[in-house]
């Protein structure tokens, strides 16, 4: 059995390794097929056994590196890497001793997770197979990684209600549907359409019970990780406007350093609520879900300011093929689609409306 405990000490050993990586995965402009490369990199370093506890707010600091400095080189690799996170954290909060010892022997291994929701109608069921085991049907769509990850965990309707199912999908390639993900960016994050269909899982493959999934506050407050990879490729963003200012002589000019300075205070000012945002949501402080879900819309605004504002300054060469801000922003573009961001922004306005939830000190 793997000592998950003593994989979780990895992670500030992964974001220096990461720092002289990931300026590599920067400069490349690969984003068509899945970064099976990349993924085994970040395990190889200890990536992918890093964060499946957060056990004081070092191991926290250091995910949210980790986080924002793959998501400023490869959002597709962000996604993925997020994936992998949440679905080994879920695991290890709900699962059984056992459960979590197999998980342990997994990352071991190098097994790459991931989480699959979003369905279609009518979504994936699980029922007893009269055998003591489970059988699936249904078919998951936005699935990230169908048909090269390891272990996907997956939600299903049950009797109870929605219950977490973690399937071995290794030998699943012909079980997904790539054809399902056609899209502009993030394409290498292979999204497709995954059938489950006539599978068959033991009773060890029920983590928790129905509802877990979406308990608060870890259901919410847990979209911290994905800000994080986003404020990284927002933060990536400006320093190529940056680099390209400079490099051209642009910075010389009022209106376009008006146009950085803009773009630099919306991203730092991102980068502050994704921080406390974190940093909340670990310490499952009561104010963690309000804050994160306000800063869902802070980081979107920032992300849509500084893109546009890239796109003005560098113009036609921002949109070639071969341009990093090209690649971002059309990865990021996409990224930004999170479910139902109005319905977000609305609970996160009237829970602030309540309080100043801030600090301590109600509204200055």
Same mark, same amino acid.
């Given at each position: 059995?793997? $000592?998950?405990?003593?994989?979780?000490?990895?992670?500030?050993?992964?974001?220096?390794?990461?720092?002289?990586?990931?300026?590599?995965?920067?400069?490349?402009?690969?984003?068509? %097929?899945?970064?099976? !490369?990349?993924?085994?990199?970040?395990?190889?370093?200890?990536?992918?056994? +890093?964060?499946?506890?957060?056990?004081?707010?070092? !191991?926290?600091?250091?995910?949210?590196?980790?986080?924002?400095?793959?998501? @400023?080189?490869?959002?597709?690799?962000?996604?993925?890497?997020?994936?992998?996170?949440?679905?080994?954290?879920?695991?290890?909060?709900?699962?059984?001793?056992?459960?979590?010892?197999?998980?342990?022997? $997994?990352?071991?291994?190098?097994?790459?997770?991931?989480?699959?929701? %979003? *369905?279609?109608?009518?979504?994936?069921?699980?029922? #007893? !197979?009269?055998?003591?085991?489970?059988?699936?049907?249904?078919?998951?769509?936005?699935?990230?990684?169908?048909?090269?990850?390891?272990?996907?965990?997956? %939600?299903?309707?049950?009797?109870?209600?929605?219950?977490?199912?973690?399937? $071995?999908?290794?030998?699943?390639?012909?079980?997904?549907?790539?054809?399902?993900?056609?899209?502009?960016?993030?394409?290498?994050?292979?999204?497709?359409?995954?059938?489950?269909?006539?599978?068959?899982?033991?009773? @060890?493959?029920?983590?928790?019970?129905?509802?877990?999934?979406?308990?608060? #506050? /870890?259901?919410?407050?847990?979209? =911290?990780?994905?800000?994080?990879?986003?404020?990284?490729?927002?933060?990536?963003?400006?320093?190529?406007?940056?680099?390209?200012?400079?490099?051209?002589?642009?910075? *010389?000019? #009022?209106?376009?350093?008006?146009?950085?300075?803009?773009?630099? %205070?919306?991203?730092?000012?991102?980068?502050?609520?994704?921080? /406390?945002?974190?940093?909340?949501?670990?310490?499952?402080?009561?104010?963690?879900?309000?804050?994160?879900?306000?800063?869902?819309?802070?980081?979107?605004?920032?992300? &849509?300011?500084?893109?546009?504002?890239? +796109?003005?300054?560098?113009?036609? *060469?921002?949109?070639?093929?071969?341009?990093?801000?090209?690649?971002?922003?059309? $990865? &990021?573009?996409?990224? &930004?689609?999170?479910?139902?961001?109005?319905?977000?922004?609305?609970?996160?306005?009237?829970?602030?409306?309540?309080?100043?939830? =801030?600090?301590?000190?109600?509204? =200055?």
């Amino acid at each position: 059995m793997a $000592d998950i405990s003593v994989l979780d000490r990895a992670g500030v050993d992964l974001v220096q390794w990461l720092r002289g990586v990931v300026a590599g995965w920067d400069r490349a402009n690969d984003d068509e %097929t899945f970064p099976a !490369d990349r993924l085994r990199q970040i395990g190889a370093a200890g990536g992918l056994a +890093a964060f499946v506890e957060l056990a004081c707010p070092a !191991d926290v600091e250091a995910l949210l590196a980790t986080l924002r400095l793959i998501g @400023g080189a490869d959002l597709s690799v962000g996604r993925i890497y997020e994936g992998h996170v949440n679905a080994t954290q879920l695991v290890a909060a709900y699962g059984d001793g056992a459960q979590r010892e197999a998980l342990g022997r $997994d990352i071991a291994a190098g097994r790459l997770f991931g989480i699959w929701n %979003t *369905e279609r109608a009518p979504g994936v069921t699980i029922a #007893p !197979d009269g055998d003591g085991g489970y059988r699936l049907a249904g078919a998951k769509s936005f699935a990230t990684g169908a048909g090269h990850i390891d272990r996907a965990l997956i %939600t299903a309707r049950a009797a109870g209600g929605r219950q977490l199912v973690l399937v $071995d999908v290794a030998d699943g390639q012909e079980r997904a549907d790539p054809d399902g993900w056609r899209v502009r960016g993030m394409r290498g994050t292979c999204s497709g359409l995954f059938d489950f269909t006539g599978m068959i899982v033991g009773p @060890g493959a029920l983590i928790g019970g129905p509802g877990d999934y979406e308990r608060e #506050p /870890r259901f919410s407050a847990g979209a =911290w990780r994905f800000l994080a990879v986003q404020f990284g490729a927002v933060a990536a963003l400006v320093r190529h406007l940056r680099d390209h200012l400079v490099a051209t002589g642009k910075a *010389e000019e #009022p209106v376009q350093r008006a146009r950085f300075a803009a773009c630099l %205070t919306a991203a730092r000012g991102a980068g502050i609520w994704v921080e /406390r945002a974190a940093r909340l949501a670990e310490a499952a402080d009561e104010r963690a879900v309000s804050f994160v879900l306000m800063a869902r819309g802070v980081v979107e605004e920032a992300a &849509l300011a500084v893109m546009d504002a890239a +796109a003005r300054g560098v113009g036609t *060469e921002a949109f070639f093929a071969e341009s990093r801000i090209d690649r971002i922003t059309r $990865d &990021l573009g996409l990224y &930004l689609r999170q479910a139902l961001p109005d319905d977000a922004r609305d609970r996160a306005a009237a829970a602030w409306l309540a309080r100043d939830c =801030w600090d301590e000190d109600r509204w =200055w």
